[in-house]
């Protein structure tokens, strides 16, 4: 349509030109001798060409810059070809002239309102076509028209769906529906495929540049220098024309890195996508959520402290009573005897705070708790999945490179093609066979926990006699965690590197299938993995039953130390593990790349390249401009790859989720841990993905998938879990026989169960606000296109 | 357009007419005096005056038949008005070019073609669009394009959506948005407004005139009469002419009662509309489903009744052989007390038999069966939403007229507009009544049965021994059941006069809402009604404590009979009322009306009518078709409503589900009481339906509304249920002590949870076929609708 050209034109004039997307292949000048011999680069170098003559003609424009050894293809999609993808997916894109007014009504509403971080409007949408593209909020605008993360998306979406496979190539071995870049990353054509950063004067990179041209002017000028004097807005210099504005990263990071405001959900969801979006805002709610907890837990701590201190001093004045007399040693010794004596006291002060009579109420609370969550989330949800217009939105996923089809069948949606599928019988047996390796590396995991708890019972009554107590305690406590750590780690790279190679052999159709069967492999493995040694603790440590540990005799009995309360020891271990469980992340998300980072720009890259007199003459055919492009490339190729982000940080989260539902009655600090946890890691992570990692690719989602289902599991878990622990291992238990005992369990399951489902029934799914702006939708929409219809 | 006028010719052509709604209402000749008198009539009439003028424009003809004092309105909507109101609904309808086939492939899909009654293709659908009508199936010919059940469903819903309010009115006492029809009804400007079947010549009455006219016929010519000579296809008749061709009614009776294979899902859907469809499609699944417990059922029984003869024959051995003399007595009265001895020996047997040590077995297997029987339906259900079309339909619904707003605001949907609506706030406070009263209401159940239970209690140990044993049964059980039944019917009878009053006070806006507040409601105190006394005998009979029954004294015990098995009363009681209960339903929906109109045949109408000299001369003014139309709108109007039709049909059916779910492991022959009691009702259903009652106006809806809820609600108080009347109740857990009972509950039913919940997880809602035909529903409808605008 002639409409079109137009609108290239005004691209055309954007400086710099907006890259959509990076190609990295190692470049080698192949003579043809060489090319005969490596018929693997040859192939390679004939599907790159395949590929970039249908990208060609797919109106992806691509400029070719070599970086070393390595060839970079920079590509721009136009901005006609993004329209008719976007067509072509029936993207829903907000309307002209529907603004959705959101009145600010009561008081809550105005506070809502002053820890808001959005500026962003809702707008009723419709599905993009060119019909009528002018009814759509910015068509005049070609540079906005589509936010950052959808020009990615969609280029994606074509590069995934171009197809070089020719007709002669079909008998190959591997039988495939479509080639596109997928298929050329997995067979090495390309090294690497990415998305940069927009440029922004936030990069640590360009802050660093002006530092030093700041310095050096000051030195000229004999003033002095501080960091305070960059003014990001007015300083006029090569990276502020480089940079792009509205500088989204940059005000992404001003609003974001605010901890007590509303995390910017809608410029999350603009710049990184609709899946990463949903993360942060689950994440945000849980936070939010989680005060309610935290306030109540620390009622609960603080009752339970104070009943433990009163407690504790009644003791002592009996002890000191009766033993007045004993405890007059003075001098170093006794002061040191003392101070431990105080020490251990204090310990065992706030152990036995955590068990108190008010623990079953907390407990309760909690699992009730869990479930208001989900409810409250599944509403966000709704409603979020409402105002990104992603409600209806169904992209067609493209086969999985790697998926193999052994038999040829009619397409069943359009049966004039054919295609390629896996006999569910065959898949049937993969998945028989995934199910017993799980359940094999599940056993190991409890035969490693009873390993350990055998060695550092037998050490314990066989060998500590012979040592001092500093030694027992190094050779069974610390040494049993030791090696239990270890074999939690090694058990851990085994499974994941098992998962990940049965998941293949699985040999799903597309990659949310493949994601799905990973992710319900890894979190079944997890779950024993980090629960079960607390598991051991709630219910098996204290009572071994008459013939000890694993029937070894009486005298080999494991219990939980004074006074043999697992409850607060089961607390001591959770309060443990939920710090240093961070800790580990934290170390591996920030610190060993910051000191990679350091290693190789001290050692090797960068000094090099500047230094090197070879490439001096080279460099200087550029333009500054050019030349800023190509380091901002190189800087963000070696930036660290963010990987499979949200697994990971929904991993994380839903163990620390799984402390928090299945041991609540045992720790009531465990929210506040929680809390402050996941508070720092929004943080982190808003830092690690705007700066120091690459940017990940955009995806749309309408929900936080596999993830739900796990966390409803973890909720109903946490029920049972909850009952048996308050019944048989908190005080409060004990009051109570071994019959009356199995009746608390029954009420308690049967009543929180119960409320849960009263929850569930009676919280509708969608907020009436939603579903009453989204009929007020329906009736804008069709107004708003039956009058661009009748204007044309 | 001009395509209308062309169809709306051809359809003016059908001979009779096709009449989609009757109005009545008494008309009476109203001078000017008495109109200013009766300011009530003569409001009536101005409204029907405003009514038929606004149906005059909606292009509704109107045929006028006045019989007795009654003035019947038969209306029909013309096509043109039809396919608009078809359009603006966004009706989906069939694509003539989107056949479905079906492939008939594996043994399996041979055996269901062999039970197949259904002939209908299932076709892709789209939205139905004027702009390119002729893509659709059967556009050509207007009298069938749309279904009987669809020109009622679009008449009936232009009739609510017309509105004779007028600006001046505005000031009346009830402020309301739309004043249609129901608004009309409620008033009582018309007495009556339903819907006719479509002639056929299964007709009673058209059977009993031919038997007339062929007797008279053969008494002419000396032939001898046989019934079996009335051949419906070739006699060619008044009626013939009177039936439209096909005569679906005919067609769907001789499909629908052949109970050896599948319903004719399709006709009955064309025919009463989806939602009578949802409820015979459930009904169906519900029987076939029933046949693998039925079978499961009646092995476990027959092992029971096994393992009961065996050891009643060496009790008996054993009673025989040390007491061989005293039985010596002979003569008649020992022959008759040998028989008494011997029916009571064998009612014990039959008792005992329904409990052994399979019963719990049994019980799993059931409680897993409703899971399986809900995720079946779940998928049959889609499968049919998507089938019909209705997967995606969703029809605005008005407010019930009897709706009241009291305050004023902006209309959400369309700003330009106000609605009145009603403060939750003051809803909510009708709620907390309703939820009193049925706390109340439910009170006085467990009362009621409670005073029976002491009155049999006190009868027995006070007063018997005065009396001979007959009188003692006849005064406790026979009294308590007589008792029991009264305030049951009584509270019953109560209960729904305050549940239709409470929810009326709810003021739900839309008819949907208030029909699930009424559900809900009915259906919690049934729940309690039906199953109290149940729970009473399970639980409490056998064990009243060391007090005695209400703590009156360890004398006052109510035990469960010879060996105070209570199983065995259980089993009986519930046997007892899964017979009683369908016979009552029978008695009250088939043979009341059928002495109803006996009654009325013999003692005046009929007789009346065709005597009546005065109303002679009046009659020959008719066509004899005109004739046939009259006394076929006056015999429909006769006949009896079926009010809401689903509501008793299912509350019925879900209490017996009930019993089966709840109780399954005390009485394994439920199953096979269910199949047939569901069986025959549904054979008399579809008579009644088709032949006895008023036809239903049908409603579209896509799945079976709130009783899937109710379902899915028994089948887990089921797993409860049946846990503890498996520890408890049953011979199997007397072995075990009062501990390990309740361990045994923990595991039944964290077992039978757990599965449910696999279950639940691994069956998919919908078929893959389903989905997978969806996908190439959306690939055909684009292709079908493309090519139609490319023709145009």
Chains 1, 2 share one sequence.
Not at 103 to 108: E, I, K, L, M, R
Not at 272 to 284: C, I, N, R
Not at 615 to 626: A, F, G, H, L, S
Not at 649 to 665: N, P
């Amino acid at each position: 349509p002639p409409i079109m050209t137009q609108i290239e034109d005004n691209s055309g004039e954007i400086r710099p030109p907006i890259i959509d997307y990076v190609l990295v292949f190692e470049y080698k000048e192949i003579d043809d001798e060489e090319e005969n011999k490596d018929s693997k680069l040859n192939k390679a170098k004939e599907r790159r060409t395949k590929f970039e003559k249908l990208m060609a003609e797919e109106r992806i424009k691509v400029q070719i810059e070599d970086i070393g050894n390595l060839r970079f293809l920079l590509l721009t999609t136009s901005f006609s070809r993004l329209c008719e993808e976007a067509e072509h997916v029936k993207l829903e894109m907000p309307l002209a002239e529907g603004r959705i007014e959101d009145p600010v009504t009561g008081c809550w509403d105005r506070l809502k309102d002053k820890l808001r971080t959005d500026t962003e409007d809702d707008f009723v949408s419709a599905p993009f076509t060119l019909q009528t593209p002018d009814v759509f909020k910015d068509w005049d605008k070609p540079e906005i028209f589509f936010r950052p993360s959808l020009r990615q998306l969609l280029t994606n979406h074509i590069l995934i769906n171009l197809d070089i496979t020719n007709k002669k190539d079909i008998d190959e071995d591997e039988p495939m529906s479509k080639k596109g870049l997928p298929y050329l990353l997995h067979k090495g054509a390309y090294k690497d495929a990415f998305t940069i950063h927009t440029p922004s004067i936030g990069d640590p990179d360009c802050i660093e540049e002006r530092e030093e041209r700041l310095k050096q002017k000051a030195a000229e000028t004999g003033e002095k220098f501080s960091k305070k004097s960059i003014d990001h807005d007015t300083i006029e210099d090569d990276w502020s024309k480089f940079c792009r504005k509205p500088d989204e990263r940059q005000l992404l990071n001003d609003t974001w890195t605010k901890i007590y405001k509303f995390q910017p959900m809608w410029k999350i969801r603009n710049y990184f996508g609709e899946k990463v979006g949903f993360y942060f805002a689950w994440s945000g709610q849980l936070i939010t959520s989680l005060i309610f907890p935290v306030v109540f837990g620390l009622a609960i701590f603080s009752y339970g402290l104070y009943l433990s201190i009163m407690s504790y001093q009644v003791e002592k004045n009996i002890v000191s009573m009766n033993a007045t007399t004993t405890n007059s040693s003075s001098g170093i010794a006794g002061l040191i005897s003392d101070a431990k004596e105080l020490v251990f006291d204090l310990l065992d002060v706030i152990k036995e705070s955590f068990d108190n009579e008010v623990t079953p109420f907390f407990a309760l609370v909690m699992c009730l708790w869990g479930t208001l969550f989900l409810e409250a989330w599944k509403r966000k949800n709704a409603t979020l999945a409402y105002e990104w217009d992603v409600d209806s939105f169904s992209m067609s996923e493209p086969d999985r490179p790697q998926f193999v089809g052994t038999h040829e069948k009619q397409d069943p949606v359009n049966p004039e093609e054919t295609m390629w599928y896996y006999p569910l019988t065959r898949q049937a047996g993969w998945f028989l066979t995934s199910g017993s390796v799980l359940i094999i590396m599940i056993l190991m995991v409890f035969i490693s926990v009873a390993s350990v708890i055998l060695y550092r019972v037998i050490m314990m009554v066989d060998y500590c006699q012979y040592m001092s107590a500093v030694e027992c305690v190094l050779v069974t406590t610390i040494a049993g965690s030791l090696l239990n750590a270890i074999s939690i780690l090694i058990l851990g790279r085994i499974y994941e590197f098992l998962a990940a190679k049965l998941t293949e052999w699985e040999n799903h159709r597309t990659q949310t299938a493949h994601d799905n069967a990973l992710i319900i492999k890894l979190f079944a493995f997890q779950f024993a993995n980090c629960y079960s040694s607390l598991f051991y603790i709630a219910f098996f440590r204290g009572d071994p039953g008459e013939n000890g540990v694993l029937g070894l005799g009486p005298q080999y009995k494991d219990d939980c130390g004074r006074n043999n309360n697992c409850m607060s020891m089961l607390s001591f271990q959770i309060l443990i593990l939920m710090i240093v469980k961070p800790v580990v992340k934290f170390s591996k998300d920030i610190i060993l790349p910051w000191l990679k980072e350091l290693f190789r720009n001290r050692k090797c890259c960068r000094k090099s390249n500047k230094t090197d007199p070879v490439d001096e003459t080279k460099v200087k055919i550029y333009t500054p401009q050019r030349q800023k492009i190509r380091d901002y490339i190189e800087a963000e190729y070696k930036k660290p790859k963010l990987g499979d982000f949200t697994l990971g940080e929904y991993t994380e989260k839903v163990i620390q989720y799984g402390y928090l539902m299945l041991f609540a009655s045992s720790f009531p600090l465990a929210p506040l841990i929680a809390f402050f946890t996941h508070l720092f890691d929004i943080v982190t992570d808003a830092k690690r993905m705007l700066w120091w990692y690459r940017r990940p690719l955009s995806v749309i989602a309408d929900n936080i998938g596999m993830w739900y289902g796990i966390l409803q599991f973890l909720n109903v878990a946490g029920v049972v879990s909850n009952a048996f622990i308050i019944a048989f291992t908190s005080q409060w238990g004990k009051q109570y026989n071994e019959y009356e005992k199995l009746w608390l369990v029954i009420l308690f399951e049967h009543a929180v169960i119960a409320v849960k489902l009263i929850f569930h029934i009676t919280i509708p799914d969608m907020p009436r606000s939603v579903k009453r702006t989204q009929r007020r939708e329906k009736y804008q929409v069709s107004r708003i296109l039956h009058e661009a219809a009748v204007d044309k």
